[in-house]
């Protein structure tokens, strides 16, 4: 998960998901109810209990066949950039001046 496909990691404020990331790809990291840290890789959705803190530790739903189990939170999280900002990135960067004998 490095380069320029994923955002900087971004520390979430525990209140719910955030509107402008709703449906893009993201990397999540995360503490489960039983305090282990663990990692997905998912679209973003509101629905998702670990995004608000107030379900932390609560026996919530987690998957559509409707598993039953401790729920974590979403502690930080990398949006997956699109192609064309990251060919445009790409393009600057070999535009940019290069100082020869620094």
């Excluded at 404020?13 to 840290?37: M, Q, S, Y």
Aim: hydrophobic share 35%.
């Amino acid at each position: 998960m490095s380069g320029d496909e994923w955002s900087d990691w971004i520390a979430h404020d525990g209140k719910g998901c955030p509107k402008h990331i709703i449906g893009l790809w993201v990397f999540l990291e995360g503490e489960c109810g039983t305090g282990a840290v663990v990692q997905d890789l998912c679209r973003a959705r509101p629905t998702r209990p670990g995004w608000d803190w107030r379900n932390f530790g609560a026996l919530v739903a987690t998957d559509i066949v409707g598993t039953i189990s401790r729920c974590g939170r979403i502690l930080r999280y990398r949006v997956q950039q699109s192609r064309h900002l990251q060919a445009t990135k790409r393009s600057i960067a070999s535009d940019l001046p290069v100082e020869v004998g620094a």
